[in-house]
C-alpha cells in the first residue's frame, strides 16, 4: 500500500502563490503518472492537473492554466503544483494520486493512491 502526502496548503489572499508538494511513503510513483484534484464544499471533485511518468507531458483544466503548473522530481519523488494568481474560487480540499499507468491521465478513474488532501484557503 502506497501512502501519498500533501503539503503546502494554507490560508492566503487572492492574488498569492502557493506550492503544493506530494511525497509518497515509499518511492514507488516515478513509472506512474500523478495528478492533482481538488474538491470544493458541495462541488465534485475534479481534476486540477496532470503528468506522465517522465515528466514531459502535462494537462491543466482550463480555470487553472496560466497560473497553475505541475511538476515532478525524479530524484526526490516529489509532485508538485506550483499555484500563482490564486483565487476565491480556488478554494479547495487538494489531493494528489498516483495512476496505475505511465500515460498521462485526466479522469479521476485509474488512479489508485490517494492523498488524504491539504487544504487550500483563498480569501478575496
Known amino acids: 500500500q502506497v501512502q501519498l502526502v500533501e503539503s503546502g496548503g494554507g490560508l492566503v489572499q487572492a492574488g498569492d502563490s502557493l506550492r503544493l508538494s506530494c511525497a509518497p511513503s515509499?518511492?514507488?510513483?516515478?513509472?506512474?503518472?500523478m495528478g492533482w484534484f481538488r474538491q470544493a464544499p458541495g462541488k465534485e471533485r475534479e481534476i486540477v492537473a496532470a503528468i506522465n511518468w517522465i515528466g514531459s507531458h502535462t494537462h491543466y483544466a482550463d480555470s487553472v492554466k496560466g497560473r497553475f503548473t505541475i511538476s515532478r522530481d525524479m530524484s526526490t519523488s516529489t509532485l508538485y503544483l506550483q499555484m500563482h494568481s490564486l483565487k476565491s474560487e480556488d478554494t479547495a480540499v487538494y489531493y494528489c494520486a498516483q495512476a496505475l499507468q505511465g500515460g498521462i491521465l485526466t479522469s479521476s478513474d485509474g488512479y489508485r493512491y490517494w492523498g488524504q488532501g491539504t487544504q487550500v484557503t483563498v480569501s478575496s
Open positions: 515509499r518511492r514507488t510513483f516515478d513509472n506512474y503518472a
